[in-house]
């Protein structure tokens, strides 16, 4: 047993796959039906953590990162700035409502502008003027609004759709209301950090090998089933 975990540990990686898992238990001992027996005594002992196909060598890595996520989600009830978070937070919900309420009454009025330009070409094509008339003016019209589109991406790096134009126009509204109502963006931001320590907490120097990203995935993706 002890070569097994001698094996384990010298695997750089934090999880593999249980077939090789397996494999190195197999390879220890030199015998398939002990290798599959030490296999399930590690799991069962809790010096390995088996997921699904994944198998987590350092436990205490995988204990770390649960805390980590649970942190994430769970604020400091105790601290006492949070009062003035909450009142914050409120500030800022009523500030995205206005903000979304501003941008689509901007996207109505454009409907409505292209309502009317649409019925006023309409009624020069077939009333006032004729299509021969008409066609080369809707062609300009046309063109600059795609000129207008390209302006528009230059100007934001932001594809021209509708929603592109929705975001960008909500994220000016939102920096125009925080500066009407003294909302401080950064005081908020410092207190999220305060509430949520996760938030902004270092990494730790580890006597063992860090826990990469892949491995964290992995294991989240084996919670989730």
């Known amino acids: 047993m002890e070569k097994v975990k ?21 390879e220890s001992c ?23 196909n994944a198998v987590f060598l350092r436990p205490e890595q995988v204990a770390k990162s649960i805390e980590s996520l649970i942190y994430q989600s769970i604020a400091n009830p105790n601290d ?19 903000a979304k309420a501003q941008v689509r009454s901007e996207l109505y009025s454009g409907l409505g502008f292209l309502t009317v330009q649409t019925l006023g070409f309409m009624r020069l094509t077939f009333w006032e003027l004729s299509w021969d008339v008409m066609e080369p003016i809707c062609f300009f019209v046309t063109s ?4 207008f589109a390209y302006l528009f991406f230059l100007k934001t790096s932001t594809e021209p759709t509708f929603q592109g ?13 925080m500066k009407t109502h003294n909302f401080d963006l950064r005081r908020y931001n410092e207190l999220c950090k305060a509430c949520y320590p996760s938030y902004h907490a270092g990494a730790k120097s580890e006597p063992f090998p860090p826990f ?14």
């Open 80 to 98: 006492p700035r949070r009062k003035e978070l909450e009142q914050m937070e409120k500030q800022k919900a009523m500030i995205d409502d206005r």
């Open 165 to 177: 134009f929705f975001y960008h126009r909500l994220k000016a509204r939102q920096e125009r209301l």
């Open 30 to 52: 030199e015998n398939r039906d002990q290798g599959a027996e030490f296999a399930k005594i590690l799991d069962d002992s809790g010096n390995v953590i088996v997921l699904g």
């Open 6 to 26: 001698a094996k384990l540990r010298n695997v750089p990686e934090s999880s593999i796959p249980y077939s090789e898992f397996l494999r190195i238990c197999v």
């Open 212 to 225: 990469n990203h892949h491995s964290e995935e992995t294991l989240l993706r084996a919670l989730r089933r």
């Open 144 to 147: 600059l609004g795609f000129a």
